[in-house]
Nanobody
């Protein structure tokens, strides 16, 4: 059984940083594509970033490019999302997900975590 558990969310002031973690079990993050999505109140879930299993490639939504960095630790079977220069519009529940495809579409991801709340105060 595949389980994804996010952590690291919280309240931060605009301009601050947070690092989200997604600990995986039942599936190796080194052999699957891993993604981060977010959902703000009243909005649809949207793509944030993804990291492919091979070759090691990362993709970002334009809204976070240059501010967020996705990475993984194969030894810890964990994926990270380093978020810098946070803005109030980054406020959302952030979800980790895994897929056998390289995709920005949430329908292509088959396992999801429970989410972690990120709130950016202006």
């Amino acid at each position: 059984q595949v389980q994804l558990v996010e952590s690291g969310g919280g309240l931060v002031r605009a301009g601050g940083s947070l690092r989200l973690s997604c600990a995986a079990s039942g599936r190796s993050v080194s052999n699957y594509n891993m993604g981060w999505f977010r959902q703000a109140p009243g909005k649809e879930r949207e793509f944030v970033a993804t990291i492919t299993w091979s070759p090691y490639t990362t993709y970002y939504d334009d809204s976070v490019k240059g501010r967020f960095t996705i990475s993984r630790s194969n030894a810890k079977n964990t994926v990270y999302l380093q978020m810098n220069s946070l803005k109030p519009e980054d406020t959302a529940i952030y979800y980790c997900a895994t897929s056998t495809r390289v995709s920005r579409e949430d329908n292509d991801y088959d396992y999801w975590g429970q989410g972690t709340q990120v709130t950016v105060d202006s």
